[in-house]
């Protein structure tokens, strides 16, 4: 007998994983929480059937989510989760010995207690003392807070249920006011290849623009993201991603990587044309 995840990733085409069995299902107050185990992938975590992480694939999201602002931030010392229940973005962050206090804001605590049973490689992340949870919508915890943050990570759900409004210009605009005047901020980005998910990437885009003085997008291979072709925005009040990029403190911190590393960091900015032309369209 032949077990599969299959995810739709537009009508016409489908992306599917082998499965040895299934860990985890069920059905919180705000999406399907399910975990399988895989030969190929490991374990891997889908929301309302959506990919979210899969043990084989997930440092090269959140290497690129965390390293790439944080050797372009002198001195990280307060930095904002929102979503991220898994834990991999704050295992990232906790690796900086810089970082004094790490908030995670997720709406659906369901997701935590999953990842915490089933999946500690990224949520060992959590079990840092610096690190403070907060279970509610980060659309709402953002609007309490002026000039706090060093670095805000959106490492969010795709911008439809829960993650909808984590895409709105109102979250940006208070995204900015929450970070301090030096602040980066960076989400995931949506992928350009296929029609719906690019017309996703390119409202966050124009939004995040219209928010932000400095905001650029990088890319990443990510195989098990709709098309693996991944991209980040970078949006920031004063340091600019390239230019600003300090190679020799980050690599004083002899923080090792699997994907990231400071070469990568300026190619990742160099995007296709036909990416550049939808990122133009709306800026
Ligand atoms: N790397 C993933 C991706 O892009 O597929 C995202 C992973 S992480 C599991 C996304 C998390 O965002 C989910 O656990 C979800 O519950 C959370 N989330 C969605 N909407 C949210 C909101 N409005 N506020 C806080 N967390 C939210």
């Given amino acids: 007998m032949e077990l599969w995840f299959t995810e739709k990733h537009t009508e016409d085409v489908k992306f599917s994983i082998q499965v040895d069995r299934q860990l985890y299902s069920s059905q919180s107050d ?25 043990e084989k ?27 991220g229940g898994d834990g991999g973005t704050v295992r990232e962050l906790a690796r900086y010995q810089s970082i004094e206090h790490i908030d995670l804001v997720e709406i659906d605590e369901e997701v935590v207690s999953a990842c915490r049973q089933y999946l500690q490689q990224t949520a060992c992340g959590f079990d840092d003392e610096r690190v403070h949870i907060y279970y509610e919508d ?53 992928s350009p290849f296929y029609p719906n998910d690019a017309t996703a990437m390119q409202r966050a885009h124009k939004r995040i623009v219209e928010s932000f003085p400095i905001s650029r997008v990088y890319q990443a291979h990510i195989p098990t993201y709709p098309s693996g072709h991944w991209l980040f925005g970078f949006a920031s009040k004063k340091y600019r991603p390239l230019e600003d990029q300090d190679i020799v403190r980050w690599k004083s911190m002899g923080i090792r990587t699997k994907y990231y590393n400071e070469q990568l960091h300026q190619g990742a900015f160099a995007l296709p044309n036909y990416v550049e032309e939808m990122l133009e369209k709306v800026e």
């Fill in 30 to 54: 705000f999406q399907r929480i399910d975990i399988f185990l895989s030969k190929e992938f490991g374990r891997f975590l889908t929301l309302d059937g959506y990919m979210m992480l899969t």
């Fill in 57 to 83: 694939d997930e440092f090269i999201y959140h290497e690129m989510m965390v390293h790439v602002p944080m050797a372009v931030h002198p001195c990280v010392k307060k930095a904002l989760v929102i979503g």
């Fill in 138 to 190: 980060g659309l709402k915890f953002v609007r309490r807070y002026e000039n706090v943050y060093d670095l805000i990570l959106v490492d969010s759900t795709d911008p439809f249920g829960p993650g909808e409004g984590l895409f709105t210009k109102e979250f940006y605009g208070n995204c900015y006011k929450a970070l301090r005047a030096d602040g980066i901020m960076v989400n995931q980005h949506e």
